[in-house]
């Protein structure tokens, strides 16, 4: 299996500015994860799929971001409008379960957004 | 509050040297705890993870982490750095319960030097 799979790899934009970031899961997973990771505050779980339904979206900063799953193999996680402060890297999970002990999270490379 | 702290923002270690990585947690429950390691421009991957048994766990790549109850820490240690040990290092800690995600500490980041 080639893992999990995010694109872009790098993402630059201008403030206000629509951003759509993409995540294909590892074939067989029922649950995905989106991650915000920055210097602040560390890695920060946004929001998870379980069969692409959305489970708990707390984490979501805010308004601006939206996800969806509209199957198995996709995922999208988008900014609108984007602030310099959403400037971060972005990673997409998947794992078989949602046990953290026995259901081993996969990570996908992340996207690095900035947003000037 | 659950929360985990990484002490060293960055370590470097000489070659061949011997490496801790300190974390300490604070839960209100037994733990699960975990070691990540992010190599430049990868995912985060599992090292290894502990719930209760031996508190010396062996991971993968040669790492070991030693979960110590009383000082509620639980550090990562390889006998010996190779230069491909560059990466930064995750601790975290997790619940029994289905649905409870992982909280993460901010990372060591590891440099090796030859």
């Known amino acids: 299996d080639a893992g999990v799979i995010q694109s872009p790899r790098h993402e630059v934009t201008e403030m206000g500015q629509e951003v759509t970031l993409r995540c294909k899961p590892i074939s067989g997973h029922d649950y995905l994860f989106w991650y915000r990771q920055t210097m602040m505050r560390g890695l920060e779980l946004l929001i998870y799929?379980?069969?692409?339904?959305?489970?708990?979206d707390s984490g979501m900063p805010e308004d601006r971001f939206s996800a969806k799953m509209p199957n198995a193999s996709f995922s999208t996680l988008k900014i609108q409008p984007s602030e310099p402060r959403d400037s971060a890297v972005y990673f997409c999970?998947?794992?078989?379960?949602?046990?953290?002990?026995?259901?081993?999270?996969?990570f996908g490379p992340g996207t690095r957004l900035t947003v000037l | 509050a659950q929360s985990v702290t990484q002490p060293d923002i960055h370590i470097t270690v000489s070659e061949g040297a011997s490496l801790e990585l300190r974390c300490n947690y604070s839960?209100?429950?037994?733990?699960?705890l975990f070691w990540y390691v992010q190599s430049p421009g990868q995912g985060l991957q599992l090292l290894l993870k502990y719930f209760s048994g031996d508190t010396l766990v062996q991971g993968i790549k040669g790492f070991e982490a030693e979960f110590k109850r009383s000082q509620s820490s639980f550090n990562l240690r390889k006998p010996s750095v190779h230069w491909s040990d560059a990466a930064e290092y995750f601790c975290a800690v997790g619940a029994a319960q289905a649905g409870t995600a992982l909280i993460f500490g901010k990372g060591t980041t590891l440099s090796v030097s030859s």
């Open positions: 839960y209100g429950a037994t733990p699960y």
């Open positions: 799929f379980n069969n692409n339904v959305p489970i708990d």
């Open positions: 999970a998947s794992s078989s379960g949602f046990r953290v002990f026995t259901d081993t999270q996969y």
